[in-house]
């Protein structure tokens, strides 16, 4: 890893890593003790779990929240952090984390951004979340050239055979996208064949969705095969030029698609990844921490939410919001060791209010 | 302490101790583990000190609350806890607990309900919230039959000069009350006098209130005095009879105000009181919990909120929630030994989509 220590590393005071209602909650609370936030997180959008797994689904169990979507609950999250003005680093993971002699940390992400961090709070939940990939012999090396699992830029797919791999809404909303761009007038974008491939005839998208892909089926804009792929067809170049792939339906009839591009929208599953080899105790896959402070074997970095344990622990959102606010507590009195750290309320704090922006009510 | 085993004992899983933000949201994690709750509170409403404090002021850290005041709060709680219909036994303190043979608890109000608890929750915030009593030599015998801490049924008003003491929104909304009573045509309830005596010549409440007790005044139905009470006058009987207090102004000007009955609305203060003498253990007048289970030195009797004191403990609302589904967690597991106690989530489990009363949504 090169040294972090460049001009382009930033400098901070608090890295949170993870972007989940926990994460969100915890640039929350350390803005209440006047600690700034960068955040990064794995997905393009903050929300993690929430959004990626329950964005439409409702949650009964927040705390005078008697229900609301995870969607709702990432969006009231971003609302109360709003004050703090987290800088967030989206779509990229932390790949590295070195503690440095001064007692800060090195990290650096997936898309090359150092940070030099004074305190460090892991907010994994379950993992970084990672595309499903495609499970066929020889795919790799074609993986950011003609396989790609999330639509690449446009100039990539004009005049391409574009086979797009999935049956639920990532998949057709990558579909319709392609179509759209094919629809508009003068579109340079426009692929030369849009095909949808699904193990399955049924799809799993939100109808108005489905009822769009359906009509660009009708119309041959778009072609939806039913079945797997088995192989690739490829040049003998070097590197090989991937030229179709072998398909076997349904009805175990093998056939090829000629395809110059493949996107794989197969869904995302959570890996725990770089945060297992930083040398923190773990046990069973979870970040040791004490109830106290939520401090990992680490100190300076915290970790709160589903990625840790401890005795008595529930992997509920609400216990990882109670987690972050000790979590915050402690690592202001490790930022700032000459301060007491006083615990003060949002109801009655001028020094609060003043942190979130809202007026002192006069008194009565 | 007669038995509790006579019939009017209520028997039940589980007794919530304090109707505060974190007695009502154990009321929910209760609810979410099948077990029904009682509850007692001092006060005559629920919401402790969220209503008795700052009712009407902002609060900002709740999660995914960008803000709301103390009312709001309680209000979104009980709504969320409304499919558990728990029980409320209020404006009554548990003033004796009891721990029985069977592993169960005699438990006794200062109303003198009893209850068999299988499970205690002591979610006594800073105490139960008491009248502040009025200093004054030789008060408390009258205490009950001319002096009231709240406002007496309205058959011992009629025909009395009555002496309302305090100067804030309570002592206004009594003066208000009496006032309203002898307007009403053919009231029995008149009291001959209706005197508001507050030890400054300003009065703290809402500005409605305040313009209709200036009205009253105007029109000579409720009269308002500056001053302090000195001392009683009252007959030689037994007991004796107060005649009349000697008050002092703000000109130091003696004087005395005939009164046959006074009503103190001098705001409550809050008193650990009974709870201090069940033999649970204390560190610096709070109950010693584990972090893990939050139950006190005696199983079976748990403890939540501002109450507690563990490694870490912040007296935040949102740290009383988590402890409160950490104690559900650990009472289930205790009250049903035979039992897993799974985590669930209200998102996907039928099980708690039926206890919540909710819908399960069918699969796309």
Chains 1, 2 share one sequence.
Do not use: N
């Amino acid at each position: 890893m090169p040294s972090a220590d460049t001009p382009s590393a930033i400098d901070c005071d608090a890295l949170v890593i993870g972007a989940g209602p926990v994460g969100l909650f915890q640039v929350f609370q350390l803005g209440l003790q006047g600690v700034h936030a960068e955040v990064v997180d794995a997905l393009p959008v903050p929300g993690g779990q929430c959004i990626e797994l329950y964005a439409d689904k409702p949650i009964y169990d927040i705390p005078a929240v008697q229900v609301c979507t995870g969607r709702e609950l990432v969006e009231r999250l971003l609302r109360q952090i709003a004050p703090f003005a987290p800088r967030f680093h989206l779509g990229q993971e932390v790949s590295a984390l070195a503690p440095r002699d001064d007692g800060r940390f090195d990290l650096r992400t997936s898309a090359g951004q150092a940070f030099i961090a004074r305190s460090v709070f892991i907010a994994g939940g379950v993992g970084a979340f990672q595309p499903r990939q495609l499970k066929v012999d020889g795919i790799e090396r074609h993986v950011g050239r003609q396989v790609f699992y999330r639509l690449p830029a446009p100039a990539l797919l004009a005049g391409r055979q574009v086979l797009v791999v999935g049956g639920e809404d990532a998949a057709v909303d990558a579909v319709l996208q392609l179509a759209d761009a094919s629809d508009e007038p003068g579109s340079t974008a426009r692929p030369a064949r849009i095909t949808l491939l699904h193990r399955r005839a049924t799809l799993t998208a939100e109808a108005g969705a489905l009822a769009r892909l359906q009509a660009h089926v009708a119309s041959g804009l778009v072609h939806f095969e039913v079945g797997q792929i088995l192989g690739l067809a490829q040049s003998d170049g070097e590197p090989p030029l991937l030229t179709a792939v072998q398909v076997i339906g349904d009805d175990d009839h093998q056939r090829h698609l000629a395809t110059d591009l493949i996107v794989a929208c197969l869904g995302v599953s959570p890996k725990l990844g770089p945060i297992a080899t930083w040398g923190l105790a773990l046990e069973r896959r979870q970040l040791v921490v004490d109830a106290a402070h939520f401090e990992t074997s680490t100190p300076g970095i915290f970790a709160v939410g589903d990625v840790v344990t401890y005795p008595g622990k529930k992997k509920l959102i609400l216990c990882g919001f109670h987690e972050a606010t000790l979590a915050a507590f402690a690592a202001a009195a490790r930022l700032r060791p000459d301060q007491p750290v006083l615990l003060q309320y949002t109801t009655t704090s001028p020094r609060l209010h003043q942190l979130l922006g809202v007026a002192t009510p006069a008194k009565a």
